[in-house]
């Protein structure tokens, strides 16, 4: 027998799959004192090509000598050969990231998990709800849907923020608010004086909306204590327990089902997630 | 399968041919237990241990493992291959064999660790028949009996070896290594006369039915606090399980800064931190809910994906845990309903 090398052995076209692949930051804006939206370029023509990722899905950050960290992707699927991170300043892989420059290299894996379930959800009416950073994976969504907004009836966005600050993607979603084909809500926990919107929490905006429940999906990203509060109301308008989609944080390590550190009732939220329907999230022990 | 026998006299041979081409490992003594070593000399191996302290999992994903090297300034992998040497994992027993068709399952499915793969592919497995011990309870997991994921199986009558000989590089090495002879009827006799004894010897009949539905119909049940009090949340269990395959991911710096390793090592649930989050949140806080976990995972979670449990019964956790908790109180505890 041989010595074998990974190399040889290496699987699914994919080789191996923990290896990230070098990106570069062709764009970076700040969006709040926290959070910054990165737009990142694959080096490699080939893996570049190979990177077709759905909304709801998510990629590995790599930077080197500091580790990885699992970000959702937040452009649309329908944006070729860039990808769009929003990040949060929050620890080691993320504030590092936060210190590179427009053109700096970054690492990359993925498209990683399952995301929202595009093509069962046209035809429909779109009920999105986000709390905080919650929009980064729904955003991508948004603006998939976006680019194909004839495939859908009355999209409906609830976007909640603590204060006018840490609104996200202001800029877009103020031009937004004229618009007829997107009624998108936006609220905050605390106003001050650049707001002149609703003040309160997401669930609020509730009462303002009309849901026809048999032809309305939902989606929902946001802190943990959200989802409780948001599937409440979903409920109280009659949706049905399997076209209400929701996307989990856990703690990840290798995204791809090994290192079990995403465990959540008896699935993995790497791979069997992010993205669960209401419906599997019941059956989830401890996800909700 | 096909079948030889070997006079045990003659066992040697075996182990000091595949010496010439392949690192052997086997179980050898070690203050008074036995663990798997890398073995020099045939007279070495102790073919009657009970069990090893750590698992063979040891040697297909070691403790700690560099994945890649890296060179910061421009985020390039500079290596990523690794060198699995010809191997061979000797007097193996079922429980373990079950153990790794069960990590095969995680680690050659979906996307292939490569890591893993590479030392599975070149690792070959001779199997051993065993006696059964007090804290052994394979017996109501099935995985008493292994019938693929080796090479070779000996089974132990007496003064020789029935060998069961499962795939072509097992029935070759044996073929030039040792001399055998073929089966008779009276081989198969007296092989069938051992494993109807060995059937008996089992004294862990824990009652396994409807566990599943018990994990989540129980899942508030005082029994996890009852247990989860006497955690001591060390993962002692999770480091000797032969199942258990849980890792972290670090990077390592070299002393220039510049260049390093990507790295992982062995984790466990039962660690406070697996499951901590940002901004201070933690989906497992207490040690009842992470032994829980344990458990759920095992007899359910892996269960739903692969359709067996991730458990073989090998009663390494229990001879480990500290506090004496073991798979066979937690399973009777939750079968009874109340507390211990
Ligand atoms: C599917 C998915 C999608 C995500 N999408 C986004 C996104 O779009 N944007 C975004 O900004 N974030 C996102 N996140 C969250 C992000 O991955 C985490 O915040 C991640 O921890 C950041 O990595 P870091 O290295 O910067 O932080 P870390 O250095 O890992 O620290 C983050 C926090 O985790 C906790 N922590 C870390 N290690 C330990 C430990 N050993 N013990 C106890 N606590 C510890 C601490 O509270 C620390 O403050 C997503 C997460 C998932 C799972
Ligand atoms: S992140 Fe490793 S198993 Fe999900």
Redesign the interface.
């Known amino acids: ?7 040889e ?4 076209g ?1 080789g ?5 692949w ?1 990106a570069r930051i062709t764009s970076i804006q700040d969006l709040t004192e926290k959070e910054k939206l990165f737009e990142l370029r694959l080096i490699d023509p080939e893996v570049r090509e190979a990177f077709k990722f759905h909304a709801g899905q998510f990629a590995e950050i ?7 960290a699992p970000i959702s992707i937040s452009s649309a699927p329908s944006k070729q050969g860039f990808i769009e991170l929003c990040v ?1 300043n ?2 080691d892989v993320t504030g590092a990231l936060h210190k590179k420059q427009c053109g700096d ?3 990359l894996r993925g498209p990683l998990g399952r995301g929202f379930p595009f093509e069962q959800m046209k035809g429909n009416d779109i009920l999105l709800v986000a709390g905080g950073l919650g929009i980064a994976p729904l955003k991508s969504l948004i603006n998939h849907i976006h680019d194909e907004r004839h495939e859908f009836g009355k999209v409906t966005i609830m976007y909640g923020a603590k204060n006018p600050g840490e609104v996200l993607f202001r800029h877009q979603f103020d031009m937004w608010k004229h618009r007829e084909d997107f009624d998108l809500m936006l609220t905050v926990d605390e106003s001050d004086d650049t707001w002149d919107g609703p003040v309160g929490v997401v669930t609020k905006l509730f009462d303002q909306v009309d849901v026809d429940p048999d032809c309305t999906y939902g989606a929902i990203c946001g ?2 204590v959200m989802y409780k509060y948001v599937i409440e109301e979903m409920r109280k308008k009659n949706m049905d327990v399997d076209k209400i989609y929701m996307s989990f ?3 990840m ?2 995204g ?6 995403c ?5 993995y939220a790497c ?1 069997d997630g992010p993205v669960f329907s209401y419906w599997e999230a019941m059956n989830l ?2 996800a909700i | 399968m096909f079948f030889r026998v070997v006079d045990k006299e003659r066992l040697p041979d075996l182990i000091a041919g595949l010496s010439s ?2 690192e052997v490992i086997g179980p050898i003594e070690k203050d008074g237990r036995f663990v798997f070593a890398p073995i020099s000399d045939p007279s070495q191996i102790r073919l009657d241990y009970d069990t090893t302290l750590l698992p063979p999992k040891k040697w297909l994903m070691p403790p700690e493992e560099t ?2 090297h ?3 300034a ?4 500079t290596d ?7 191997r061979v994992l000797f007097g193996l027993h079922p429980c373990d064999i079950n153990s790794l068709l069960l990590l095969d399952n ?2 050659l499915q ?6 893993y ?2 030392r599975r ?2 690792t070959l497995i001779v199997g051993m028949s065993c006696t059964p011990s007090p804290t052994c309870f394979c017996n109501v997991w099935d995985t008493d009996e292994v019938h693929w994921g080796f090479d070779i199986f000996l089974t132990d009558l007496g003064d020789r070896y029935y060998a069961s000989l499962r795939t072509v590089k097992g029935a070759e090495v044996l073929d030039r290594h040792v001399d055998s002879r073929a089966v008779t009827e009276k081989d198969t006799a007296d092989f069938q006369q051992v494993v109807h004894e060995f059937k008996q010897g089992f004294s862990n009949n824990v009652d396994t039915a409807q566990l599943p539905v018990l994990l ?1 119909a129980k ?1 508030d049940s005082p029994v996890w606090d009852d247990f989860g009090s006497e955690c001591l949340s060390c993962g002692a269990c999770s480091m000797v399980c032969p199942t258990c ?7 390592r ?1 070299e002393v220039d ?1 510049k260049s ?1 390793a ?1 790295v ?1 090592t062995w ?1 466990s ?1 039962q660690f406070k931190e ?6 201070g ?1 933690n ?2 806080e207490d040690r009842s ?1 992470r032994l829980k ?1 344990r458990y ?2 095992k007899y ?2 892996y269960l ?1 994906k692969f359709e067996r449990v991730l458990c073989v019964g090998c009663g390494r956790c229990t001879l480990a845990c500290p506090s004496g908790i073991s798979p066979v109180k937690v399973i009777e505890a939750l079968q009874a309903g109340g507390s211990r």
């Open positions: 027998m041989n010595d074998i090398r990974v190399d052995c290496a699987c699914d994919v191996n799959a923990y290896r990230p070098p790599s930077i080197f000598g500091v580790g990885e949060r929050t620890g290299i970054v690492g802190p943990p944080e856990r703690r390590k290798c791809i089902g090994k290192c079990g550190h465990g959540v009732g008896h699935q791979i022990q401890e | 081409d392949h994945m890649m890296f060179n910061c421009d985020e390039e992998v990523d291959t690794v060198v699995a040497s010809p995680v680690f979906g996307h292939v660790d490569p890591y793969k590479a592919d070149n989540d899942f395959y849980c890792f972290d991911v670090k990077d710096l800064q390093g990507r992982r984790d649930c697996f499951a901590a989050v940002a901004h949140q989906f497992r809910s976990y759920y995972h359910w979670g739903s």
